[in-house]
């Protein structure tokens, strides 16, 4: 459905908008006369349009579903009776993932032009943000065709996306008697690809993501490391590792002080660590001039700026900055705006967000007061070293504070933080206490 919101109200699917005077009822749907049959003339078409420079949103009619192929090759081994270790290989391949490109761009045009040309009212640059229709590919094609100002953004689907992933997983369960129990596993991998539209309704507001160059030709410009949406993802991280324990306290005599003091305490620790996430750096304007975005309510435009540093990293990366709080982590003179009407040199996801981790905590017992009465203590401890977890660095070219953090990994949605969290958690420490009674 919401993939034909848009298409549904124009061309082919509409021919012609008909507006009844009055109130209309069911039994009487058009009181000024039927529609229908609707004489379509092919020699003489006409596009359906109820203001100029329409949007049109057409769909390829051999349009490919997504396919994705999955492959593994596991290795087991039962090293000793206590230590089991394993090694997997895991490959994922998405071929046809949608995206979706603007058949009809603005082009843009150097130099200055009269009053007159392309929509100019006045002397100017013959490229601006105010003429982008009068710069379309197919009206300067045919300027003098009918219709001509009834064609606006093209924004059409493609299928014509990749994705890759190649991932390394080794794991290890160690067992030490009946009290302690060990499990940890480390994955290393890496997913290239190009942005995937999270949204089937193209013209709509919402981040989806034409290629920058406007063409399926082009597509190399777009692809870098996966992710979620244009501008941040969190599907390719490096690193991953996570280690759990649970371990209990013998049993001691009874009567004994070691029995009432120390005896079966549970002890549960998780810990979890992963790499950063990728970002992409986005100018938030127009740069190139061909309207891709400017007009369709893409979030963000997708234009990226200019790279003119090998090492963009700041110098001081992960000190305080001014004004608090802030953090600094890229370093702004290290990007640049492309000259007009080109696009950036940097990619998709070439940005890194600060890596993630965190220890959390659980130790509980349960003490015997009566035969078939028990009451259970439980504490619980998240982020035990109540260590700060650095949230993304602003992305926007534009803003003033590029490349600085201004929030924590566990921020929803402070003002001018980006806004996406790094982790499920990464919040103060907080710490929990419960009792229960078992009868």
């Known amino acids: 459905m919401d993939l034909h919101e848009n ?3 124009v061309a082919p699917f509409r021919l012609t908008v008909i507006t009844p005077a009055g109130p209309t009822f069911l039994d009487n749907p058009f009181p000024a006369g039927s529609p229908f049959p609707y004489n379509f003339d092919s020699a003489h078409p006409t596009f359906p349009s109820s203001f100029s420079y329409q949007g049109f949103y057409p769909i390829p009619p051999n349009l490919k579903t997504t396919e994705q192929y999955s492959w593994n090759l596991g290795i087991q081994r039962q090293v000793t ?20 490109i603007d058949l009809n761009p603005g082009l843009f045009i150097p130099g200055n032009c009269l009053p007159g040309q392309y929509g100019l009212t006045a002397p100017g640059p013959c490229s601006q943000s105010s003429n982008v229709n009068q710069r379309r590919l197919l009206n300067l094609t045919n300027p003098t065709a009918p219709n001509v100002n009834t064609l606006g ?6 299928d014509g996306g990749t994705q890759s ?39 709509g507001a919402y981040p989806h993501q034409p ?102 990293t700041a110098s001081n990366r992960g000190e305080g900055c001014l004004p608090a709080p802030c953090v600094s982590w890229y370093n702004p003179a290290g990007f640049g705006l492309p000259a007009p009407g080109t696009y950036g040199n940097i990619g998709i996801g070439t940005l890194r967000s ?24 439980r504490a619980e401890a998240f982020n035990v070293t109540n260590s700060v977890r650095l949230g993304n660095p602003e992305t926007y070219f534009s ?9 924590s990994a566990a921020s929803s949605s402070p003002t001018g933080c980006n806004t996406t969290p790094t982790s499920p958690s990464g919040g103060p420490r907080v710490l929990q206490f419960a009792l229960k009674y078992l009868f």
């Open 7 to 9: 298409t549904s109200s």
């Open 81 to 100: 009776p206590s230590l089991f270790v394993s090694g997997t290989y895991v490959g994922t391949h998405l071929i046809h993932t949608w995206t979706a």
């Open 153 to 158: 953004t093209m924004t059409q689907l493609d």
């Open 165 to 203: 992933y190649n991932g390394l997983l080794l794991s290890a369960r160690l067992r030490l008697g009946q009290r302690v129990n060990l499990d940890g596993n480390y994955t290393w991998s890496h997913c290239i690809g190009l942005p995937i539209t999270t949204l089937t309704n193209i013209g």
């Open 211 to 312: 290629y920058q160059n406007n063409g399926p030709n082009d597509r190399r410009l777009d692809m870098g490391d996966c992710t979620s949406t244009v501008f941040i993802g969190s599907l390719d991280r490096r690193h991953i590792g996570n280690i759990t324990m649970v371990a209990t306290t013998p049993k001691y005599p009874p009567g004994s002080w070691l029995q009432r003091v120390a005896s079966t305490w549970t002890f549960s620790t998780i810990f979890q660590t992963y790499s950063g996430q990728p970002l992409s750096a986005q100018i938030g304007s127009d740069q190139a001039y061909n309207g891709v975005g400017a007009g369709q309510g893409a979030i963000p435009i997708p234009q990226r700026p200019n790279q003119l540093i090998a090492n963009v």
């Open 354 to 377: 600060p890596g993630f981790w965190e220890w959390d905590q659980t130790i509980s017992r349960r003490f015997q007061i009566a035969e078939g009465r028990q009451i259970e203590f």
């Open 399 to 407: 803003s003033g504070n590029f490349g600085r953090i201004l929030c």
